[in-house]
């Protein structure tokens, strides 16, 4: 019985610790949503401010509408929903995912080593 109460507990408590982490995680992309719409922004104020030629201009645009529509999906869809499409990702395209991992963890392990 006592085996019973603790495996209990055991659940209960990694339930309430992916709550928590889910609810951290949408904090997080909520606040990335913002951070992407006001760099969007900012590129485009800063463009115009400068009076710069036309393909600069038509180059900002195109980042800032990139960024716009990242925001947009972070805005639009749950972590659980961003995991599933980050799944189907790695299921259709699973050489480029890894790859794409490596460089990542290249990156990463750099970053961490000049400190």
Known sequence: MATANGSEKIEVDVNEVRREALEKADEIRKEAAKKLNTAAEAIRKEVRDKDADKEA???ADEIATHLE???TYLNNN????????ATEVVVKNPWQSVMIALIIGVLIG???RRK
């Open 110 to 112: 750099l970053m961490l």
């Open 69 to 71: 529509k990242t925001a």
């Open 57 to 59: 201009v038509e180059k």
């Open 78 to 85: 749950t972590v659980e929903q961003m995991g599933e499409d």
